[in-house]
């Protein structure tokens, strides 16, 4: 039952006079000229800790679900909980957006700067507007000025756990919710402190239904709490900031964390009690991780990957993450991928209801193959660019290699890239240093161990016998003909077929001639087109290689 408004002498005694009405906010913040079905979503953290997973997958679905409707993504900073919030808690949320290239339409862009016509975006900047709001609502008869002390809420508490009844301030249990205007004014004139409270209309007998873009119909209880509105330092809780906020800031979808859906109906109840109408809710399935055969919550404290700033450290391209998390959102999006493998992400018809609501699994190697996958796709340039920046503030020796000789090193990432089927080594710039280590010096490490099956003397024959046909002028036809050429003589089959039929007839076969050569030169076994890195390593680098395994493969034979 709705009370008679209140007298105006109590709105006077509880707001300050300049606190704007809410006309002049609605005339402020009017809603949007945006084109039909445009979605204006917004991130909303606090600035409590490190940018999480879980957040990075809730701010990229707010981006796609704006980008995909020609809408604007916000970022809204949520510091109501000043005692919760950490030192450079906004700068690590903008960066960690900025480097994931999640673009931010409107909002907080950076260390106390902002962009839009509907800020302030930090809630701390708000409170005129959270007041007018809440001033309003007193007018209205639905709030009130509540004295209850922490140590009456919590006996309140302990009687109600006696009676075995719902927890908090409702209905028959609260004391302040009916208390005479004079009371009213009496006590907060001689300032007694108070918080302001919902006069909440619901009953929680009743249930409500609300739509949700992920899970279809919800059917929840109806609020039937007076929760606090205005703690007593006059700053508001999440709850109601958040309302006026996506009201003002005209928000027409929010997609936020299940955890949220026990709160959907108080949150439906303040804003059906403000007049203004509720957004559309995608609520999201936390973000998981398989464990011991079991599925759990990707967890702050326990997974280095929670942390974005794990991926940038680790040097995964951001947009690679990108398309990761894509295979997270959406459960077509691999079928798209597969049927256009060079499309831009920006072109896949992102939906929300494709959001699986059990959770999805969070799964680094798959978040590998994914890279691997994109950036077998990039050219040298990009390679070598993403490669720099991420040495530059990781490895600052691989930085000044590889920034020596540009053209050096985009010839050695050039190799076996571009064509139909290049290859899949790199998933991540941390892994750039090993990858290009045998085209450096500084970095080499010469170490074989030839196949059992190749004596340390043959090895040497190979590695004499190749350094006298070697011409750096060599294509690669030339070049694997020589090395054809090579084998017979050696006792080494030139064809691999021929080797299978006869195999008691030789030592090996072309294959194991161009192992020795692999060795001598790269010190591995397994690496892209030998031909190319001989060609990129250069005619003094190769011959110094040769020459050095040589000495190697005879020094280990006994003669
Ligand atoms: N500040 C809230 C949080 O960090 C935002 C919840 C919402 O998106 O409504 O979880």
């Not at 300032?191 to 909440?200: D, P, Q, V």
């Not at 999006?333 to 209801?353: C, G, I, S, T, V």
């Not at 050039?414 to 085209?439: N, T």
């Not at 060599?474 to 195999?503: H, M, Q, Y």
Request: hydrophobic share 40%; aromatic share 10%.
């Amino acid at each position: 039952m709705l009370q008679t408004p209140a007298d105006s002498t109590l709105c006077a005694a509880l707001f300050a006079p300049d606190s704007p009405t809410v006309e002049a906010l609605e005339a402020q913040y009017p809603p949007r000229e945006l084109p039909e079905g445009a979605a204006v979503t917004r991130f909303a953290p606090s600035p409590t800790g490190f940018l999480h997973f879980g957040g990075l997958f809730g701010a990229f679905a707010d981006r796609l679900t704006a980008s995909g409707s020609g809408g604007v993504f916000i970022l809204r900073i949520e510091d109501t909980d000043k005692k919760r919030e950490v030192e450079d808690g906004v700068s690590g949320i903008v960066e960690g957006l900025r480097f994931f290239c999640i673009k931010i339409d409107e909002g907080v862009v950076g260390f106390e700067q902002e962009r839009g016509a509907y800020g302030p975006y930090t809630q701390s900047r708000r409170r005129l507007i959270y007041h007018a709001v809440a001033k309003r609502l007193v007018e209205q008869g639905l709030a009130y000025p509540c004295f209850c002390t922490e140590e009456e809420l919590d006996e309140l508490r302990a009687r109600q756990e006696t009676a075995g009844v719902n927890k908090g301030y409702y209905g028959k249990w609260t004391r302040c919710r009916d208390l005479p205007l004079e009371e009213q004014l009496r006590r907060v004139r001689a300032g007694e402190a108070y918080t302001l409270r919902l006069r909440s209309q619901g009953d929680g007998s009743q249930r409500i239904t609300v739509p949700d873009l992920i899970r279809g119909k919800l059917e929840l209880p109806e609020n039937n709490m007076d929760v606090v509105l205005l703690k007593a330092d006059g700053i508001p809780t999440y709850h109601f900031a958040h309302v006026v906020d996506d009201h003002f800031m005209r928000v027409t979808h929010v997609i936020r964390s299940d955890e949220w859906l026990a709160n959907l109906p108080l949150h439906i109840a303040l804003f059906r009690a403000c007049g203004f109408k509720p957004p559309k809710y995608a609520h999201t399935a936390p973000v998981m991780k398989e464990e011991n055969g079991g599925k759990r919550k990707l967890s702050k404290r326990r997974d280095p990957e929670a942390a974005v700033s794990y991926f940038a450290a680790q040097g995964y391209p951001p947009y690679c993450v990108q398309e990761y998390l894509l295979t997270l959102l959406n459960s077509g999006f691999e079928d798209w991928r597969r049927a256009n493998p060079r499309a831009m992400l920006e072109d896949y018809p992102f939906q929300l209801k494709k959001l699986s609501p059990s959770g999805a699994l969070f799964d680094l190697p798959k978040l590998e193959d994914v890279c691997k996958n994109v950036l077998a796709l990039y050219s040298a340039e990009e390679v070598y660019a993403l490669g720099l920046a991420w040495a530059k503030e990781h490895d600052a020796e691989l930085a000044a290699l590889l920034e020596r000789d540009p053209d050096y090193a985009k010839a050695l990432l050039s190799i076996d890239r571009g064509g139909a089927k290049p290859r899949k080594d790199l998933a991540r710039m941390s892994q750039l240093r090993e990858y290009v280590s045998y085209f450096y010096d500084a970095l080499y490490q010469p170490g074989f161990t030839l196949p059992e099956h190749i004596a340390a003397e043959d090895a040497a024959r190979i590695l004499a016998a190749y350094a006298r046909v070697y011409s750096p002028a060599d294509d690669k036809e030339t070049w694997f003909a020589k090395i054809k050429a090579l084998c017979a003589p050696l006792g080494f089959s030139p064809d691999v077929k021929e080797f299978k039929r006869n195999p008691g007839q030789w030592k090996g076969h072309v294959g194991d001639v161009t192992t020795v050569l692999r060795l001598a030169v790269t010190a591995r076994r397994n690496t892209p087109d030998l031909w190319a890195i001989m060609r990129a390593l250069g005619e003094e680098r190769l011959c110094a290689r040769l020459q050095n395994a040589l000495a190697l493969f005879a020094e280990s034979h006994i003669y």
